[in-house]
């Protein structure tokens, strides 16, 4: 069920909103406001444009592609937990839904 449409994204924590909808927190845990987004995103990575001679943009765009296609794909299990033997082909009948 991970991966398909119309369904939340896996956590590892709960959410923890504002007013325990939507609303982003502002507070931490004891109260003390929480430091603006920008400025922890200006700390923590340098704006430094300098254009390596040998890696060009399309790297990075193959690696954003590979993480976002790999990353948390989903395993389909069937009767008793097992993973799903996709493999045999022949027909409808023989091969469970979830296979493509």
């Not at 398909?4 to 909103?17: E, H, T, V």
């Not at 909808?21 to 929480?34: A, H, M, Q």
């Not at 995103?41 to 001679?53: F, G, K, T, Y």
């Not at 943009?57 to 954003?64: K, S």
Request: proline share 8%; charged share 20%; hydrophobic share 35%.
């Amino acid at each position: 069920q991970y991966g398909k449409s119309i369904s939340p994204l896996l956590r590892f924590l709960p959410a923890q909103y504002d007013d325990a909808i939507s609303r982003p927190r502002f507070r931490s845990v004891g109260s003390k406001p929480l430091p603006s987004p920008r400025l922890v995103s200006i700390v923590v990575h340098a704006d430094v444009s300098h254009l390596h001679s040998r890696y060009t943009l399309m790297l990075m765009q193959f690696g954003q592609f590979l993480d976002h296609d790999i990353t948390l794909t989903p395993v389909n299990k069937g009767v008793h937990n097992i993973i799903l033997d996709c493999r045999a082909c022949d027909s409808s009948q023989t091969v469970h839904p979830e296979c493509w």
